[in-house]
């Protein structure tokens, strides 16, 4: 019996220690380098989302004219970009064409490099502050 109780705190004695070891080996400090630009790509979207509306939609304006024009630019719009809202508005003395409705102004800018390829003078549209 005596044997069974040294060998019982040699192996308590063991794994105490080696879990003190273990605990300390826990400690320590962590250097974070973080990139500088970083904070400038932080900056620049704080900006972006200013602009936004919240209860608007950014719009690509594809087209201003006469209405057959008007027609004929939505068409060839819609052949190109199947999924993607289009339709021809009258604001006196022009009819216009607009496109998408996007959330953010990134999501417009992408789809703009894309609708530029077939209409060079596309813009995107901002929608005006509600309540101002």
Do not use: W
Not at 42 to 58: D, F
Not at 59 to 73: E, F, M, P, W
């Amino acid at each position: 019996m005596n044997i069974l109780k040294i060998n019982y705190l040699a192996v308590t004695l063991f794994f105490s220690l080696a879990a003190s070891h273990i605990s300390s080996a826990q400690e320590g400090k962590i250097s974070i380098n973080k990139d500088p630009r970083v904070d400038q790509l932080m900056a620049a979207k704080k900006e972006l989302n200013k602009s936004e509306i919240s209860n608007g939609r950014l719009r690509i304006q594809i087209y201003t004219g006469s209405l057959s024009d008007a027609q004929k630019a939505r068409t060839t719009f819609n052949g190109k970009f199947e999924n993607i809202p289009c339709e021809i508005v009258f604001e006196t003395p022009n009819y216009k064409v607009r496109a998408g409705r996007f959330r953010n102004r990134l999501e417009a800018d992408k789809f703009l490099t894309e609708v530029r390829k077939e209409f060079p003078s596309a813009f995107i549209l901002t929608p005006k502050k509600s309540g101002n």
